[in-house]
């Protein structure tokens, strides 16, 4: 459920009408309902009542430092995985304690950040990262609580981009190689490998893979204890799908249940990562009409917002509904539309031949479920500014980042010293 809702013809976000922050931010611009955020975020943590149970949000997702601290003040913690990401979460006000560290290449300025700023966990994913951890933290002269992250050959049955948990991913080490991964680490002298960690891929719409894979956990953490190793936690990472098109993913509750019927009595502290299911439908990207065009063949709809703000319909085809701000009657015509940006390739299409109603230049539209992995995954390709993002909390709104300039989009570039004079005058 998402506070995106027509009100009298118009959309609203929560009490806010779209028309109103189009109008008074321009377009194209991401809307974050605090609502949504917080009720996802609620839903799931209620979802694992009863467990000991941590929620370190995925902030991949969604980064926005307004959206961190919506989240915070419900007393969430973070994964990031990225010293960007480490920044700003720690400028978003999470404190270190409640932020873990994933990723399969972190470098050693990263690992040294990380320890500095005393986080929760890293989560380690090879042999040489333990190895280069275990330095790092011997230079600082302290302990690093880690986890290892276990890929348990599991099909998550996800878009192939988004699969993590199966042999051939670039992700965690073999399952089977855990007791032998976990023993070094336990003789490095500067690493206490405390968790086992996992995470098989986003989008999943399926609780059998969660299932198979949460049984190899439970048994790889039960055999690491019995060889003498002090597992305190266990990592079941990210996941949860989302309905982008009618699909049906498990509900929280559903997971939950799972979680329980796996974990309950077991006595370990259980971690959670999620992503898209937190961020995923709190959010909107509001665009316009900038053409209408009919061809002989197809009708485009081209929209200022294109595949550099918005680069999940390319790059894994994802699907998000469209939607005109200004409601149509129940039954109005509708006809197949090719709905594209303005970026100069083909690939910069939202959706081919989407059932859509008539619509006028200088309309806005929006695209739904676009707070997860959407302006976080924005770029300035074709030199087009980056978007900007505000969040709604009931009838007030407020730019949470402001749309980039022209001066930043090209201040960062300079000529290179051979080449003295400005950009088209010839040089002496
Ligand atoms: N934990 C780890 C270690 C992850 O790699 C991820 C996502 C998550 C948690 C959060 O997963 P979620 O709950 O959001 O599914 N850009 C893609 C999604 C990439 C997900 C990468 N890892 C997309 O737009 O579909």
Redo the contacts with the bound molecule.
Sequence with gaps: MDHFNYRDGALYAEDVPLSRIAEAVGTPVYVYSSATLERHYRVFAEALSGLDAHIYY?M??NSNLAVLNTLAALGAGV?V?SEGELRRALAAGIPASKIVF?GVGKTRGELDFALRAGIHEI?VESINELHLLNDVAGALGVTADIAIRVNPDVDAKT?E??S?GKKENKFGIDIDRAPEVFALAARLPNLNPITVAC?I????VDLAPYRAAFLKLAETASALRAAGIDIKRIDL?????VPYKGEEPPSPAVYGDLVREVFGGLDYQLMF?????IAANAGILLARVIFMKNGDERRFMILDAAMNDLI?PA??E?HHDLVPIVERPAGALEAPTDVVGPVCESGDTFAKGRALPDIADGELVAFKSAG??GAV?ASSYNSRLLPAEVLVRGDEFAVVRRRQTYEELIGADSLAPWQNGAVGQAAE
């Design positions: 995925a991949k997702a994964d995985v994933s989560n878009h981009k988004i993590t995470h891929g986003s989008q999943l990472g990210g996941g949860l799908g990562e999620p992503g898209r299911l999940r790059l894994y994802g997860a992995y995954m």
